[in-house]
C-alpha cells in the first residue's frame, strides 16, 4: 500500500508509521512525503532515504501537486500540511485523502496543531481527543473515520502527548478500514472504550520504548 504525507512540520505520524515498518508492526506499506516547504518531515524522509519532495502550492496553483501525486499514484494521501486542498485535487483523490485533527469534531474545528487542544483547556471541557476524517472541500468538515477520547485531569503537556499517541493509533486504524486489508497488521479485537470505532489491532504492540523512540 502506498501513502503519501502531505506535510507542513515535524512529522510526528509519519514518523510513527515508519517507525512501526521498521519494526514490523506495520507490513506492505510504501511511505512517501510531499512537503509545502522544508521541515522535519523532509529531513527525516532524507535521512531515511524516503521519497520526499519539496513544491510550491497555492489552491489556485496545483500543477506541482498533481505532477507529484500522480507519479507516486498513492493508495491514500495524508493532509498534514497547513493549507486548505483545492476542490479538484480533493474530488480525485475523494475517499483516499485524510486527515487528523486534535479535537472531537465537529469541536474546535479549523484550528491547527495542538492549538484545538489549548482552547478545549481554556474552556475547561472535561474530555479532548483526536479525529481521523476524510478531506472534503470544507475546512475539517469532512465525515469523521476514527476518534479517540482523553480525559482533561493532567497536565496539559502529558495530555497533549497522550492526544498524539492516540491520534497516531486512530490514524493506524483508518488506514486500515480504508484499505479493508489484513496484510498490513496482525488484527485483534481491540473494545478498548476510548476508541471507536474499536482498534483492528493490539495497541500494546506500541510499548513504552516504542513511544519514546518516537517522541
Not at 488506514?175 to 486489508?181: G, R
Request: contains cysteine; proline residues 2%.
Amino acid at each position: 500500500m502506498k501513502i503519501c504525507f502531505l506535510a507542513s512540520g515535524g512529522g510526528g505520524n509519519f514518523k510513527f508509521l515508519y517507525l512501526a515498518e521498521k519494526a514490523s508492526i506495520l507490513k506492505n506499506i510504501e511511505l512517501s512525503v510531499i512537503a509545502d516547504r522544508e521541515c522535519g518531515s523532509v529531513e527525516y524522509a532524507k535521512i531515511n532515504n524516503i521519497t520526499c519532495n519539496v513544491i510550491s502550492y497555492k489552491k489556485n496553483n496545483n500543477k506541482e501537486l498533481l505532477k507529484e501525486l500522480k507519479n507516486i499514484n498513492p493508495d491514500i494521501v495524508i493532509t498534514n500540511w497547513h493549507k486548505i486542498i483545492d476542490e479538484e485535487v480533493v474530488n480525485i483523490y475523494k475517499g483516499r485523502m485524510i486527515n487528523l485533527h486534535y479535537s472531537l469534531l465537529p469541536a474546535f474545528n479549523g484550528l491547527i496543531g495542538i492549538e484545538p487542544i489549548k482552547k478545549a483547556y481554556e474552556k475547561n471541557c472535561q474530555y479532548v481527543g483526536a479525529t481521523c476524517h476524510y478531506v472534503d472541500e470544507g475546512v475539517d468538515s469532512g465525515k469523521i473515520i476514527s476518534q479517540a477520547i482523553v480525559k482533561t485531569h493532567i497536565d496539559i503537556n502529558n495530555t497533549i502527548q497522550e492526544v498524539f499517541e492516540k491520534g497516531c493509533l486512530i490514524l493506524l486504524n483508518s488506514i486500515i478500514l480504508l484499505s479493508n486489508s489484513e496484510s498490513l497488521v496482525e488484527t485483534k479485537e481491540n473494545n478498548k472504550i476510548n476508541f471507536s470505532p474499536s482498534l483492528a489491532f493490539d495497541d500494546e504492540l506500541f510499548d513504552k520504548d516504542f513511544w519514546k523512540r518516537l517522541k
